[in-house]
């Protein structure tokens, strides 16, 4: 009998700002393999509770209680999260803000590695682009990309340059995207799951994303775990979330 790895471990959590709970967590763990959504209001705490995850609590959030990460305490772990546990934030950020694509891509794995490895990026990143306008986009200022693209670009680089990584945690994947990229980002989700020892935990505020295997829910500050409902609403989805875009 195969027994699931603990990726990450939060008891006894309770975020707080001055006096005000914001999320009261009493037990949540992530295995390996696990596709969770996180689910709430707008305002709700679910974007905090995600940062918690991360190690990466505003300055001002008051934190009690204990997170693992592969039985290790989050804070005494940052340096070996690098490349394991990749945190995709709401907001799009960028080594090479004022460069280009090409620009970021060197950045993130070097001249040589990019001419070597180009080919992969472009096959990568064919569900949203052909090859011919690849070569047009990598040549792109960033700063001169739509809000959407820019969500994106930033989707697809995270998942691309961390292939290591055995924990994605993603905040909000869908805002400032286009609806007709998110069947290609939740099957290409699905294909970073078929590695099977990765988890991912993702934070959305509608159920029109992916499937998961568990999600929960944020409300009144609790933090409970809900049954899934699929809105289907990029068309019919088979029982592992597939959408059928990527072969």
């Known amino acids: 009998m195969n027994v699931l790895k603990e990726v990450i471990k939060a008891e006894g959590v309770v975020l707080s700002y001055k006096e005000s709970v914001i999320v009261k967590c009493n037990r949540f763990v992530v295995n390996e393999g696990d596709f969770v959504c996180i689910s709430g209001l707008n305002g709700s705490g679910k974007s905090t509770f995600l940062k918690a995850l991360a190690g990466q609590c505003d300055p001002e959030i008051h ?10 305490s989050v804070d005494d772990t940052q340096t070996a999260f690098k490349g394991r546990v990749v ?25 040589k590695n990019y001419k070597n490895s180009r080919q992969s990026i472009v096959s990568f990143f064919s569900n949203f682009i052909s090859e011919k306008d690849f070569s047009v986009l990598e040549k792109t200022k960033i700063e001169r990309l739509n809000e959407g693209h820019k969500k994106l670009l930033y989707i697809l680089l995270k998942l691309y340059l961390n292939p290591e990584a055995v924990l994605f945690l993603i905040d909000e994947p869908l805002n400032y995207l286009d609806y ?41 500050h609790g933090f409970t775990e809900v049954e899934y409902h699929c809105l289907s609403c990029f068309g019919n989805v088979d029982n592992k979330g597939n959408y059928g875009v990527l072969k």
């Open 180 to 220: 007709k990229f998110a069947p290609g980002i939740n099957d290409l989700l699905n294909r970073v799951m078929l590695k099977g020892n990765t988890a991912i935990v993702f934070v959305s505020h509608c159920k029109m994303f992916a499937k998961p295997n568990r999600q929960y829910l944020i409300e009144n």
């Open 63 to 72: 934190f009690e209680g204990k997170i693992e990460f592969l039985g290790n």
């Open 87 to 111: 945190f995709i934030k709401q907001v799009p950020e960028f080594k090479e803000e004022y460069g280009t694509v090409k620009d970021e891509f060197i950045a993130g794995v070097g001249y």
